[in-house]
């Protein structure tokens, strides 16, 4: 399944699917469901006039992030995965570039989040809801760290906001960070890599995996060769 696209806005490579669920590999800058402004295209809509079927929405990436994202086929398979969702019994992974060089080899954010008026997240002890984000160093860059982050709850924009929390904003962040240093970047730099879900009644351990993009890969090379060599 892994070689199957679907096509549209552009080829969308279809990670994994079955009578239940359908998982695929979200580019950045593609809303994952309709926007407000209805004229543009969302990654549920072309999936879903390419497949001929209604899907049900189970969790969202941000516009600009790339990487993993299931769609349920059934109303039955929406509601159990909701319900996984909700219990915390999805492993999700993501590899982020952020500003800064972070100390030490791993770290928790155990920050609680609420929203604020300008649609930004933000730490707010007394008001926000429980929200806690683990991270692995997996390398150092002169001014940057890369990170695999787990997220242990899902809330919006949740990695972003605990990131800039802690002063180091995910680079190409324009809503979290420094937007005239966040605009020189070409995307926002945050990967959803893979999601594990164990599927009832089989119990069949499921893990999708995206690999890095050629757009996230060649920020990268930017920042470990500024010269070009």
């Given at each position: 399944?892994?070689?199957?696209?679907?096509?549209?806005?552009?080829?969308?490579?279809?990670?994994?699917?079955?009578?239940?669920?359908?998982?695929?590999?979200?580019?950045?800058?593609?809303?994952?469901?309709?926007?407000?402004?209805?004229?543009?295209?969302?990654?549920?809509?072309?999936?879903?006039?390419?497949?001929?079927?209604?899907?049900?929405?189970?969790?969202?990436?941000?516009?600009?992030?790339?990487?993993?994202?299931?769609?349920?086929?059934?109303?039955?398979?929406?509601?159990?995965?909701?319900?996984?969702?909700?219990?915390?019994?999805?492993?999700?992974?993501?590899?982020?570039?952020?500003?800064?060089?972070?100390?030490?080899?791993?770290?928790?954010?155990?920050?609680?989040?609420?929203?604020?008026?300008?649609?930004?997240?933000?730490?707010?002890?007394?008001?926000?809801?429980?929200s806690v984000t683990e991270f692995t160093v997996e390398e150092r860059l002169t001014g940057y760290t890369r990170v695999k982050v787990s997220p242990l709850t899902g809330r919006k924009h949740q990695i972003?906001?605990?990131?800039?929390?802690?002063?180091?904003?995910?680079?190409?962040?324009?809503?979290?960070?420094?937007?005239?240093?966040?605009?020189?970047?070409?995307?926002?730099?945050?990967?959803?890599?893979?999601?594990?879900?164990?599927?009832?009644?089989?119990?069949?351990?499921?893990?999708?995996?995206?690999?890095?993009?050629?757009?996230?890969?060649?920020?990268?090379?930017?920042?470990?060769?500024?010269?070009?060599?």
């Amino acid at each position: 399944m892994a070689s199957a696209t679907v096509t549209g806005y552009q080829a969308i490579p279809v990670l994994f699917e079955n009578d239940d669920l359908i998982a695929v590999d979200k580019p950045d800058k593609l809303a994952s469901i309709p926007e407000r402004n209805r004229e543009k295209i969302s990654l549920l809509t072309i999936l879903s006039e390419t497949l001929g079927r209604k899907l049900y929405t189970v969790h969202r990436l941000d516009k600009q992030v790339s990487g993993v994202i299931l769609f349920a086929k059934t109303p039955e398979a929406h509601r159990q995965l909701n319900l996984m969702f909700e219990h915390r019994q999805v492993q999700k992974t993501y590899m982020a570039l952020v500003h800064g060089e972070i100390a030490g080899e791993r770290g928790v954010i155990d920050k609680p989040l609420r929203r604020f008026g300008s649609g930004r997240m933000g730490v707010a002890v007394d008001q926000g809801k429980p929200s806690v984000t683990e991270f692995t160093v997996e390398e150092r860059l002169t001014g940057y760290t890369r990170v695999k982050v787990s997220p242990l709850t899902g809330r919006k924009h949740q990695i972003r906001a605990h990131f800039f929390g802690i002063g180091h904003p995910i680079v190409g962040d324009t809503l979290y960070g420094d937007k005239s240093l966040q605009k020189a970047f070409p995307r926002l730099m945050l990967h959803a890599l893979s999601i594990r879900i164990l599927l009832a009644p089989v119990g069949q351990d499921v893990a999708v995996t995206s690999e890095i993009p050629i757009s996230f890969s060649e920020v990268l090379r930017s920042i470990r060769h500024p010269t070009g060599r």
